[in-house]
């Protein structure tokens, strides 16, 4: 009896220390440690507070958007229209407080746009079986267009009667400081970390990109929960797409372009698979933590912009690299 | 009374007729081994009464009365339970998730319920200590040996009180000693009164544990007899088609 208890409880001391230095995400979490450190004795702007508000908040819109992604990859799928979601719903935001409505219609529209495309991309990708990625790349189209649509190609920077509240929800920091969008993305991170490890929805989300046909047989609603996936994905575009205008103070209609390929670059160096069954939250965050302080410290270090892609890139290489070696050992 | 009685019961994908104009009924506590060939549409029939496809015709009743299953989980309510034929299991899931996926345990109030880990932990091992079976209800599936995986989609039909338990292939793929355990347990459902389809290739199995065996060939039902009255012999003949009908 003794040993049959024992022997579960030593088995699960030992994978948790195992888990840990196997796991994606605790070497990249090492790797964003390091490369701080790194910069803050090779750099005097580094470790400015004016630097550091600046990587915080630059990490959040990426990673919001990263942690909706994170739902569609983990069924197994992908969403390339965030980008363009992201600029349509700052786009309706800007010109529904532009027309005089309040900042909360505004909010509303915005919302109420993304949720609607989510679920355009969600309802043909599950219920008529067309592939993620061609309904995405189209809507990728679709939605910058339609954003063009709206605002006639304009920039818009006057929102109307509620001007103010708009700036300050993007651009303020209401507590200790810290600049609101990251008290947001915090906020969605945890919400994202409670709803996967927590929920049943998050439970049959993982069932789905670990074998969709099983999940089907034993009764997961497969096709209700994609939509919802993709609409949620659509809705973090759409967030990310209003604290972003709240930050600048103006939309333009090429806001957000190629930002679809730096979100699923945070996911996957995050730690997420892109055959589905694997991510996480938190993961999502670290991701988009490492892309932007690359991107930060090289223009610190004096090196050409140029050069940014192939930082990204090497990033991205280097984390599927990782999930490789992994997988050989084991099967090995 | 028969605890499940099918009429006329037909199945098709397109233009193939998976299962064609087939009737049976099925005693509680009894042990029913349906065989056939590769494609005879064993599967087909199984996934009907397990609420994963409609019938295109035909009406399925239990305890007397018509029984409409529009998902797995209607059929589960009324007490049925399956085993699938590649045992639907989620590699990169535990087996206790595995055993409760699609009906998972959860606690606390009203909207704010979660999954209740422990609970599926404790139940999940008290099944595979029951099946005998070496798997632990943490690890995940994705690391298991064959009769592990038998025995994480076993456990499943284990969960709650079910009156008829379909098994498609169980003893597929796993050890001598395991297949005596599924057996024992096929006969431990049966001395319950649970109504047990076991699909299998395997001729001995069948003779040993089933108390009828029906035949189906090409979708059609061609043989529906008691074990006393037939033979390995008869049922090979039946589901090459060397002997046509009985
Ligand atoms: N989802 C489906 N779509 C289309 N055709 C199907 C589907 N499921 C089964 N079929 C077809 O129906 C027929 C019967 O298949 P079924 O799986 O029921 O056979 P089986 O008796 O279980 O065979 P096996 O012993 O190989 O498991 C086959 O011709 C198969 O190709
Ligand atoms: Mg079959």
Redesign the pocket.
């Known amino acids: 009896m003794a040993l049959t208890i024992d022997q579960p409880i030593e088995h699960k001391q030992q994978s948790l220390a195992a888990r840990l230095f196997a796991s994606q995400t605790f070497w990249v979490v090492i790797a964003v440690i390091l490369a701080c450190v790194f910069l803050s004795f090779a750099t005097d702007a580094f470790a400015t507070s004016k630097n550091l508000y600046n990587i915080t908040r630059n990490i959040t819109f990426v990673a919001i958007i990263a942690l909706g992604m994170t739902f569609v990859i983990i069924t197994g799928g992908i969403d390339l229209s965030v980008g363009s979601v992201l600029c349509l719903s700052s786009m309706i935001l800007a010109v529904t407080m532009h027309a005089g409505y309040s900042i909360e219609v505004g909010i509303l529209a915005s919302i109420a746009t993304a949720l609607a495309i989510g679920a355009f991309n969600g309802i043909l990708i599950a219920y008529l079986g067309f592939p993620p990625f061609v309904v995405t790349l189209g809507m990728l189209s679709i939605a910058r267009s339609l954003a063009m649509v709206a605002s006639n190609n304009t920039v818009v920077f006057q929102f109307g009667p509620d001007h103010a509240k708009l700036l300050a929800l993007g651009g303020g920091a209401w507590v200790f400081g810290i600049a609101n969008p990251v008290l947001y993305m915090i906020l969605l991170a945890l919400i994202t970390g409670f709803i996967l490890r927590w929920t049943k929805f998050g439970r049959h989300i993982f069932a789905i990109g670990g074998n969709e046909h099983a999940a089907t047989l034993t009764g997961v609603p497969v096709r209700q929960i994609k939509v919802a996936v993709y609409m949620i994905s659509a809705l973090s575009a759409g967030i990310a797409g209003i604290i972003q205008t709240g930050w600048l103070g103006a939309v333009t209609t090429n806001l957000g372009t190629g930002m679809e390929l730096q979100v699923i670059a945070a996911t996957v160096i995050g730690g997420a698979n892109l055959a589905g069954g694997v991510g996480t939250a938190f993961g999502a965050i670290v991701g988009a933590a490492l892309i932007e302080v690359i991107r930060n410290s090289l223009g610190l270090l004096g090196i050409n912009a140029f050069w940014q892609g192939v930082f990204i890139g090497g990033a991205i290489l280097l984390a599927v690299l990782f999930d490789r070696i992994r997988n050989f050992r084991r099967s090995d | 009374m028969a605890v499940l009685e099918l009429t006329n019961i037909s199945r098709h994908?397109?233009a193939?007729q998976?299962?064609n104009d087939v009737s049976l009924s099925i005693e509680p506590g009894q042990v029913v081994g349906l065989m056939?060939?590769?494609?005879?549409?064993?599967?087909?029939?199984v996934?009907m009464i397990a609420g994963n496809?409609r019938p295109s015709h035909g009406t399925m009743h239990m305890d007397g009365k018509e029984l409409i299953l529009h998902k797995p989980a209607e059929a589960r309510q009324h007490g049925i339970e399956i085993v699938h034929?590649d045992l639907a299991l989620c590699n990169n899931l535990t087996a206790a998730a595995n055993v409760y996926l699609g009906r998972e345990l959860r606690r606390g109030v009203g909207p704010f319920r979660i999954l209740d880990y422990a609970a599926m932990y404790k139940r999940a091992g008290q099944l595979f200590a029951e099946l005998k079976s070496e798997t632990r209800p943490r690890d995940l599936v994705k690391q298991m040996s064959g009769g592990q995986r038998q025995a994480v989609a076993i456990a499943r039909t284990m969960l709650s009180q079910a009156k008829i338990v379909l098994m498609?292939?169980p003893t597929a793929a796993i050890s001598v000693r395991q297949v005596a355990e599924v057996l024992n347990l096929i006969r431990h459902l049966r001395d319950q009164g649970i109504s047990v389809v076991l699909?299998s290739?395997r001729m001995p199995d069948v003779f040993t544990v089933a108390d009828r065996v029906i035949v189906?060939r090409r979708?059609r039902k061609v043989a529906d007899k008691t074990i006393a009255s037939s033979s390995p012999e008869e049922v090979t003949g039946l589901i090459t088609g060397a002997i046509e009908q009985v």
């Open positions: 994908f397109g193939i998976a299962v056939g060939d590769n494609g005879a549409g064993k599967s087909t029939l996934k496809f034929q498609d292939e699909i290739h189906m979708g």
